[in-house]
RNA sequence: GGUGGGAUACUCAAGUGGCCAACGAGGGCAGACUGUAAAUCUGCUGGCUUUCGCCUUCGGAGGUUCGAAUCCUCCUCCCACCA
């Protein structure tokens, strides 16, 4: 069989970084109808549809997303309008503010500019869950209703936990798995990949292809749940340990320098093109020293700021890193204020925007944390006179001031 | 519907009339050390007049008092138990 070999390269590089899979064989068979018949497989993730705003953590699943495209997937990119306004269940009953069409539109808008940096136009679809499940008559509802148990429900580790220990639970948090497998009836999607968070919403989109005999049950795939800069907590906006696409190339190769140097690999596993015989060389190499680790974070740091803005400005970011962090030099980059003079330090910081209060400025002038051009500033009640200074407050913060 | 309990700074959580800008922990910021980090140690962590001074904070609004986060009244919101 000439496909067998392209078929295994697929399914490794399918696999790849992938916590569970429900069923392999079933993506073996999607892999060699697609190759022998040129029949394409539809591959579904949700979005929420009120944080456009995406980082590394939702660019794993973008990035499985654009390896299905590579071997005939079509990926359904559904933005979750319907249920991101019911709110998924996560223990505290919080209404969420609903969105407006137009501000559901221009978030979408938002997140085709994002994700086609990573995904492949022409093999995408963006679909809205509104579409049909804001038309479900009452009837259709109690329907999809009955083809789920409580028992089975309470199976969900969230509502067993919060059901044994008293909790309350809404009538209305139990629709939302439901509406989530709904989506795959609609959409007929052969696979569906989402979080391990997401495993009982995912299996319930099979279950539900099943009652309602679509004739097919997807498969299930879930990717783990990226780490952010602190090493622990899951990478989130609302928790700033994030690094967002969007950001600028210095910021985000700071941030990825910054993360310790076992998260390094995970996120290698995660996140880098190489393959994994790449990685596991480099890992060897660091262990017996021909590799620094250092060096080994930069080549991340430049693929990844590569991958979304360009390859100058990952090597330029890199000389910028080295220049302020390593050898302590200054950015070539600065703010620039000009301000009244004479004035007093603490108060020329707040000015340059440096520090939010004089008060902060009062304790990191004690804790020695400010400099002028490069010196350690040792008189808290210094007065600038008129002249250009470079001020600097710690290692990342500076500003160039004009007093007059 | 009834009865109790609770709301304190970014988060958790002490404090129950003056010693409270408010213990402690986490987080954050800064310093030292490094390979940018991480780990470790140290300091700081409401604002303002350049600060041994003043102002605003303890769910909201009033009140008692020389003096309240602490006591009283009303309100808002959460929670538990019973229906």
């Given at each position: 069989?000439?496909?067998t070999?392209?078929?295994?390269?697929?399914?490794?590089?399918?696999?790849?970084?992938?916590?569970?899979?429900i069923?392999?064989?079933?993506?073996?068979?999607?892999?060699?109808r697609?190759?022998?018949?040129?029949?394409?497989?539809?591959?579904?993730?949700?979005?929420?549809p009120?944080?456009?705003?995406?980082?590394?953590?939702?660019?794993?699943l973008?990035?499985?997303?654009?390896?299905f495209q590579?071997?005939?997937?079509?990926?359904?990119?559904?933005i979750?309008?319907?249920t991101?306004?019911?709110?998924?269940p996560?223990?505290?009953?919080?209404?969420?503010?609903?969105?407006?069409?137009?501000?559901?539109?221009?978030n979408a808008?938002?997140?085709e500019?994002?994700?086609?940096?990573?995904?492949?136009?022409e093999?995408?679809?963006?679909?809205?869950?509104?579409?049909?499940?804001?038309?479900?008559?009452?009837?259709?509802?109690?329907e999809?209703?009955?083809?789920?148990?409580v028992?089975r429900?309470?199976?969900?580790?969230d509502?067993?936990?919060?059901?044994?220990?008293?909790?309350?639970?809404?009538?209305?948090?139990?629709?939302?798995?439901?509406?989530?497998?709904?989506?795959?009836?609609v959409?007929?999607?052969d696979?569906e990949?989402?979080?391990t968070?997401?495993?009982?919403n995912?299996?319930?989109?099979?279950?539900?292809?099943?009652?309602?005999?679509?004739?097919?049950?997807?498969v299930?795939?879930?990717?783990?749940?990226?780490?952010?800069?602190?090493?622990?907590?899951?990478?989130?906006k609302?928790?700033?340990?994030?690094?967002?696409?969007?950001?600028?190339?210095?910021?985000?190769?700071?941030?990825?320098?910054s993360?310790?140097?076992?998260?390094?690999?995970?996120?290698?596993?995660?996140l880098?093109?190489?393959?994994?015989?790449?990685?596991?060389?480099?890992?060897?190499?660091?262990?017996?020293?021909?590799?620094?680790?250092?060096?080994?974070?930069?080549?991340?740091?430049?693929?990844?700021?590569?991958?979304f803005?360009?390859?100058?400005?990952?090597s330029?970011?890199?000389?910028?890193?080295?220049?302020?962090?390593?050898?302590?030099?200054?950015?070539?980059?600065?703010?620039?204020?000009?301000?009244?003079?004479?004035?007093?330090?603490?108060?020329?910081l707040?000015?340059?925007?440096?520090?939010?209060s004089?008060?902060?400025?009062?304790?990191?002038?004690?804790?020695?944390?400010?400099?002028?051009?490069?010196?350690?500033v040792?008189?808290?009640d210094?007065?600038?006179?008129?002249?250009?200074?470079?001020?600097?407050?710690?290692?990342?913060?500076?500003?160039?001031?004009?007093?007059k």
């Open positions: 069989m000439p496909h070999e392209k078929i295994q390269t697929a399914l490794s590089e399918i696999r790849r970084g992938s916590a569970e899979i069923t392999d064989e079933q993506i073996e068979k999607l892999l060699t697609y190759y022998e018949t040129g029949e394409p497989y539809y591959v579904k993730a949700g979005f929420d009120t944080a456009p705003d995406l980082h590394l953590g939702h660019t794993v973008l990035q499985k997303l654009a390896a590579k071997y005939g997937g079509i990926v359904q990119f559904l979750g309008d319907f991101g306004m019911i709110g998924d996560t223990g505290k009953s919080q209404t969420r503010k609903k969105l407006t069409q137009e501000e559901v539109k221009a808008k938002s997140y500019k994002q994700v086609f940096k990573i995904l492949d136009p093999k995408t679809v963006v679909v809205f869950n509104s579409d049909w499940l804001g038309k479900l008559t009452s009837y259709e509802m109690i999809l209703a009955s083809k789920r148990t028992a429900m309470l199976e969900r580790d509502f067993e936990k919060r059901f044994k220990s008293g909790q309350d639970i809404s009538i209305y948090e139990f629709f939302y798995p439901l509406f989530q497998g709904y989506d795959s009836v959409l007929k999607s696979i990949i989402g979080g968070d997401q495993k009982f995912l299996l319930m989109g099979r279950h539900l292809q099943r009652a309602y005999n679509v004739g097919k049950e997807q299930v795939m879930m990717m783990p749940i990226l780490e952010g800069l602190d090493g622990v907590q899951k990478m989130s609302s928790l700033g340990n994030f690094i967002g696409v969007t950001e600028d190339p210095n910021t985000m190769f700071a941030k990825i320098m993360i310790s140097d076992d998260l390094m690999w995970r996120y290698y596993d995660l880098s093109a190489r393959t994994i015989p790449q990685i596991e060389k480099m890992k060897e190499d660091v262990a017996n020293g021909t590799l620094h680790p250092k060096r080994a974070k930069e080549m991340l740091a430049e693929e990844i700021v590569e991958r803005h360009s390859k100058e400005a990952a330029e970011a890199r000389e910028e890193f080295n220049k302020v962090f390593k050898q302590k030099d200054l950015p070539t980059d600065m703010p620039q204020y000009e301000i009244e003079g004479p004035i007093w330090i603490a108060k020329a707040v000015e340059a925007g440096l520090e939010p004089t008060s902060q400025a009062r304790r990191d002038l004690a804790a020695g944390a400010v400099r002028i051009d490069q010196k350690k040792e008189d808290k210094l007065q600038l006179e008129a002249g250009e200074y470079i001020l600097q407050v710690g290692k990342k913060k500076f500003a160039k001031v004009k007093v």
